[in-house]
């Protein structure tokens, strides 16, 4: 935990906070913080700053906070996702927020299997905490927005243009494309330090014919890393990292 993220409504009018549970845990156990130090602390979708011990208990710990510094920057990059494995989505939650996904689009597709939709991983009790797990590691406190749709036709047609708030690019892995991300993106976005690109990963089966042709008739442009089929989870990882390392940086 790199990050000790609050809840606004935790914190009293002169910035004081006593924790338990897991961050108090991490704090005694792992940081072993003692009265006077201090600690990096920032607010659910707000600001960040550092916190002064005030005092330490068997299992909580008493902090006064000082949040000073402006929120971090929204992230550029939106994931539209194939509904994988219960264990293999339940892995990439907190991993999507660390590498900085601003909204995870969950989709169905012809090789998504039904069930999937039905897992305890995919409601907010299970995904939230996993979600901000992600953000104390990154030292980022803006949660990602996320959406589920059991009609891919649907969200492609009539829903992904109000979802994404047109983004500027938009991408979709083909282990039979020929460009790479950084090809495409720098051929379509140019300089342009704020852009923004929504990147589809299809289900480790990939997409059938008419789901790639519906994505292309929806500007989304074909990218690949090479002709090697990963699994899920492996894939969203090394594609999410090649979009930010391809994207423009702001000035």
């Not at 998504?112 to 907010?124: A, I, M, N, Q, S």
């Not at 704020?194 to 008739?217: H, K, S, T, Y």
Request: charged content about 25%; some cysteine.
């Amino acid at each position: 935990m790199n990050l000790v993220i609050l809840d606004p409504g935790e914190l009293s009018a002169g910035g004081k906070v006593r924790l338990s549970g897991p961050r108090a845990a991490h704090l005694l156990q792992v940081l072993r913080v003692k009265d006077g130090q201090t600690v990096r602390v920032g607010v659910l979708n707000g600001a960040l700053g550092a916190a002064t011990v005030r005092s330490v208990g068997d299992e909580t710990v008493d902090l006064t906070c000082v949040l000073d510094a402006r929120p971090p920057r929204p992230q550029r990059v939106d994931l539209l996702l194939a509904v994988p494995r219960p264990k293999v989505m339940r892995r990439l939650w907190a991993q999507l927020a660390a590498l900085g996904v601003r909204r995870i689009i969950l989709t169905n597709a012809e090789r998504v299997e039904r069930p999937y939709f039905d897992t305890h991983v995919l409601t907010p009790q299970c995904y939230r905490p996993l979600l901000i797990e992600g953000l104390q590691q990154a030292r980022d406190t803006l949660l990602p927005a996320v959406s589920i749709h059991r009609r891919f036709k649907v969200l492609i047609e009539d829903e992904l243009d109000v979802i994404d708030e047109g983004a500027g690019l938009r991408l979709v892995a083909d282990p039979d494309a020929g460009p790479s991300v950084s090809e495409i993106v720098s051929a379509r976005l140019g300089p342009e330090p704020e852009a923004r690109v929504l990147l589809a990963i299809g289900p480790e089966g990939g997409w059938n014919a008419f789901e790639l042709g519906l994505l292309q008739a929806h500007r989304f442009h074909h990218v690949g890393m090479g002709s090697r089929t990963l699994r899920t989870d492996t894939a969203c990882l090394a594609l999410l990292a090649l979009v930010r390392d391809a994207l423009p940086r702001p000035a």
